[in-house]
């Protein structure tokens, strides 16, 4: 099992109104590997609206892709935990979603952002994990 993005996403969800669009960051290396695959989000993340989360250049033997949501970036090492030498864990791992469409070496996920204007400006954390 081990950790597959080169980065994880932090995004801020908005308001639908064009001066206020949502962000998305890219952070972290994620693990080694000869073609880091990446994480990305096809347009800024705003209530009531669904965005999708792609995990690209994945092994071609992925089974399995989990992309996790958290409330906090954390750096925790992976390598004695999941046995994944050189891989962190930037997600503090509030939930976990096995429904990513899994095509190796790509997989997406759609995710639904609620109409609840609590969400402004919270940043939710995203990372994959392959097996």
């Excluded at 998305?24 to 994620?30: A, C, D, E, R």
């Excluded at 994480?39 to 250049?57: A, F, K, N, R």
């Excluded at 997600?91 to 790509?106: E, F, H, K, Q, R």
Aim: glycine letters at 8%; proline letters at 11%.
């Amino acid at each position: 099992m081990t950790l597959v993005s080169k980065l994880a996403l932090a995004i801020a969800v908005s308001v639908p109104v064009a001066a206020q669009n949502g962000t998305f960051v890219s952070s972290g290396t994620g693990c080694p590997l000869p073609t880091p695959p990446t994480l990305s989000i096809d347009q800024p993340p705003v209530i009531g609206s669904t965005s999708t989360v792609t995990c690209s250049d994945l092994p071609l033997d992925t089974v399995i892709s989990v992309l996790f949501v958290g409330s906090n970036q954390v750096n925790v090492p992976l390598d004695t935990l999941l046995g994944a030498p050189g891989c962190t864990g930037y997600v503090d791992g509030i939930l976990g979603s096995p429904t990513m469409t899994l095509t190796a070496p790509t997989s997406t996920t759609a995710i639904a952002i609620p109409n609840t204007l609590a969400l402004v400006l919270r940043p939710a954390n995203l990372r994959p994990l392959r097996i």
